[in-house]
T-cell receptor, first 112, second 112 residues
């Protein structure tokens, strides 16, 4: 059984650019949640995907969007990057929506 | 409303002593309470969780207690070791959704 993986591990972008982050869920898990973790803070929920449909969204603007694929892997896209978007982006997979969530290693995004 | 208060924000204990971290939640309908440990630069890892139909759960040196009347749950670590040093987060699934609301974190330092 493989765990949750994310790519890339680190990324540097400039303001106004767009970025795509990727997540592969743990084997057998059909639900992926994305979180933003700013330095020194707890993770903040962005959205969740369950069987390729968005299944809940946090207080993030529409320039944060996502996808889930038939193999349950997922992408997080952020348009028009701002300096405050600099953070660790974590994805978490779960067996189904509402059960225990297991986190990936995260992608560290720096916006200059 | 959605709110999880976590205390203390930092905690230093001598090796071998016990550590207790407390979280207070606001949604009386919540029924699942996980605790995560996050070491520097690493992913949050689920260390223990409790459901609302029990008052206490123990796993070796780690235990979680739940007081539904007072709406708080606590993490107890006994016989602390230096490798217990990390940031600990409590979380609560927001009512009617599947997103986790995380506490602000507790930085635990175990002094050798």
């Amino acid at each position: 059984e493989t765990g949750v993986t994310q790519s890339p591990t680190h990324l540097i972008k400039t303001r106004g650019q767009q970025v795509t982050l990727r997540c592969s869920s743990q084997s057998g898990h059909n639900t992926v949640s994305w979180y933003q973790q700013a330095l020194g803070q707890g993770p903040q929920f962005i959205f969740q995907y369950y069987r390729e449909e968005e299944n809940g969204r946090g207080n993030f603007p529409p320039r944060f969007s996502g996808l889930q694929f038939p193999n349950y892997s997922s992408e997080l896209n952020v348009n028009a990057l701002e300096l405050d978007d600099s953070a660790l982006y974590l994805c978490a997979s779960s067996l189904t929506s509402g059960t225990e969530q297991f986190f990936g290693p995260g992608t560290r995004l720096t916006v200059l | 409303g959605e709110n999880v208060e976590q205390h203390p924000s930092t905690l230093s204990v001598q090796e071998g002593d016990s550590a207790v971290i407390k979280c207070t939640y606001s949604d009386s309908a919540s029924n699942y309470f996980p605790w995560y440990k996050q070491e520097l630069g690493k992913r949050p890892q689920l260390i223990i969780d409790i459901r609302s139909n029990v008052g206490e759960k123990k796993d070796q040196r780690i235990a979680v207690t739940l007081n539904k009347t007072a709406k708080h749950f606590s993490l107890h670590i006994t016989e602390t070791q230096p490798e217990d040093s990390a940031v600990y987060f409590c979380a609560e699934p927001a009512s009617g959704t599947y997103k986790y609301i995380f506490g602000t974190g507790t930085r635990l330092k175990v002094l050798a």
